[in-house]
């Protein structure tokens, strides 16, 4: 990270964070790129619920 620091003139920390919030956009577009959708903690709980009702 020190190297395109010093050619941007800015400081460590803000390469580090133009890199993480790069990165988090990036995992958050191919998430909804994907053709099924992520089950959520909720869906999850919803299936085990449903699957003790029906034992």
Do not use: I, K, N, Y
Request: proline share 4%.
């Amino acid at each position: 990270m020190g190297e395109p620091a010093e050619r941007g003139g800015v400081d460590r920390a803000t390469v580090g964070e133009l890199r993480d919030v790069g990165r988090q956009g990036a995992l958050e577009d191919l998430a909804a790129s994907r053709p099924a959708r992520m089950q959520t903690q909720r869906d999850a709980e919803l299936e085990a619920a449903l699957a003790e009702v029906d034992r």
